[in-house]
Nanobody, 126 residues
């Protein structure tokens, strides 16, 4: 099991930037693909981005492609989500999650992840 703690959320104006961090503890961090998901008020949880444990390849939701960047530092057991050009529709609670699954196509699905953080609120004002 992996324990995950997100940080870095906050209030920002549209067009601004935030960097979220997710610190992991427990078993070998490098063995896990790490994903970011978000849940906006009144909406279902949705996939944002994932970075694989092997090779570090990434995948993004169309809604954030070109604006968000996911990265990981295995030495620090941390995954990051750099969010630029933020929009009011990016307002949500952001969650990081860990999975030992390998296939990129299923890493966009929340049910593929076993371990989740508590979430961090991101609010983008217009």
């Amino acid at each position: 099991q992996v324990q995950l703690v997100e940080s870095g959320g906050g209030l920002v104006q549209a067009g601004g930037s935030l960097r979220l961090s997710c610190a992991a503890s427990g078993r070998t961090f490098s063995a896990y693909a790490m994903g970011w998901f978000r849940r906006a008020p009144g909406k279902e949880r949705e996939f944002v981005a994932v970075i694989r444990q092997i090779g570090g390849s990434t995948l993004y939701a169309d809604s954030v492609k070109g604006r968000f960047t996911i990265s990981r530092d295995n030495a620090k057991n941390t995954v990051y989500l750099q969010m630029n050009s933020l929009k009011p529709e990016d307002t949500a609670v952001y969650y990081c999650a860990a999975t030992s699954a390998l296939h990129l196509t299923i890493l966009t699905t929340a049910t593929s992840y076993r371990d989740w953080g508590q979430g961090t609120q991101v609010t983008v004002s217009s």
